[in-house]
């Protein structure tokens, strides 16, 4: 899917999936790892071949407006576009790049969608490492889980081209997009990549109308800075509206960071007030259990309309989409 061949008499071909668009002469891949060009054509080495499946809250995207309480089938290929030095799943979305094969557990797009059905699931997950990368095989599933009821989900670096955002408007419901930093240099220096693509994909994401959460992995030293922060911050609310939800997640040490200690908890908490400040109204400190900002609250009354414990949710005042206390709508998809 969206590539092209270079000229008439050209076997190298461009890839068109992601901002990367390699240039892949015959016999070699992509920064992915897991596309190829065999003869002049760029073929997907990771279709159909699942390297993680599991059953999760679909607070665990994070997603906490979509669906609340719900359970989302989870699955994930081998394989990343990026390379964060920093990576939380690294044993799986770093494994072409570490050990030059493609491994994983053959399943179609049908049996992904019976096993999601089988366990009770309102949703279908493409995640853990990059959809992006696999999204022949994430927009086939889509397509035959979506006229059963079940909603689909990326949760992605943003780094997909403009192109493959158009393909998955109408089949992809919601998005958990990581905004790294505030500064090309951190893309740059730490994932190998670059900051102006996600950006342009924040705003064209919403409009879309793919539901967009934004989550910051905050790591001490590299992106912890007030001003680095309130960058952030501003941009989401100037960009994209107030009710866009901010995750704020803890790092812990993994990959080629293993020096660097998690993130203190008052780091987080200053983050959270910058983002309360520059008034976005969903702002969530992550990977924290029972942190009191866990819950979602109603933006107009304060009422706790979705109380959260780590990954146990219950929404306790929320009346078709709004507040039961005020009636203030609260933002998000599938809201009870
Ligand atoms: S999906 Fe892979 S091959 Fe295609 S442009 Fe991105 S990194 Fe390159």
Redesign the pocket.
């Known amino acids: 899917m ?2 092209e061949r270079l000229g008439p008499d050209d076997q190298r071909v ?9 240039v ?1 002469p015959p016999g070699r ?7 190829e060009n065999i003869d002049g054509t ?1 073929y997907t080495l990771v279709y159909g071949r699942v390297i993680s499946e599991n059953v999760d809250p679909i607070e665990k995207k994070p997603l906490f407006h979509f669906q609340p309480g719900s359970h989302s089938f989870s699955i994930a290929t081998a ?1 990343c ?1 990026f390379r964060c030095a920093f990576c939380q799943n690294w044993e799986i979305s770093q494994l072409p790049r570490e050990q030059g094969d493609v491994p994983g557990r053959p399943a179609t797009p049908a049996q992904v969608v019976q096993a999601a059905r089988r366990a009770g699931c309102s949703s279908i997950s493409y995640t853990y490492t990059e959809p ?2 696999y ?1 022949e095989y994430a927009l086939d599933t889509a397509r035959q889980a979506q006229p059963l009821g079940l909603r689909n989900v990326f949760v992605s670096n943003g ?1 997909m ?1 403009q192109e493959l955002l158009r393909l998955m408007s109408g089949l992809i419901d919601g998005i958990n997009v990581d905004l790294k930093a505030g500064r090309g240099e951190f893309y740059r220096r730490l994932s190998g990549a670059a900051l102006a693509p996600v950006l342009a994909n924040l705003s064209t994401i919403l409009q879309l109308g793919i539901w967009l959460e934004v989550t910051t992995l905050v790591i001490p030293g590299l992106n912890d800075s007030d001003d680095e922060l309130r960058w952030v911050g501003r941009y989401l609310f100037d960009e994209l509206g107030p009710d866009v939800p901010w995750h704020i997640s803890r790092f812990y040490p993994q990959y080629h960071m293993t020096d660097t200690p998690p993130t203190p908890t008052s780091t987080l908490e200053r983050a959270w007030r910058i983002g309360r400040d520059v008034g976005l109204r969903y702002v969530y400190v992550g990977n924290v259990p029972g942190h009191d900002t866990e819950s979602t609250r109603c933006p107009a009354c304060g009422t706790t309309v979705i109380h959260r414990y780590g990954y146990h949710t219950q929404v306790v005042a929320l009346r078709k989409g709004a507040c039961a206390r005020c009636g203030a709508s609260i933002a998000g998809v599938d809201m009870p």
């Open positions: 969206l590539w461009r890839c068109n999936l992601c901002a990367h668009r390699c892949i891949l992509g920064v992915c790892r897991v596309r760029l394989g576009n992006t990368i999204a780094y081209t």
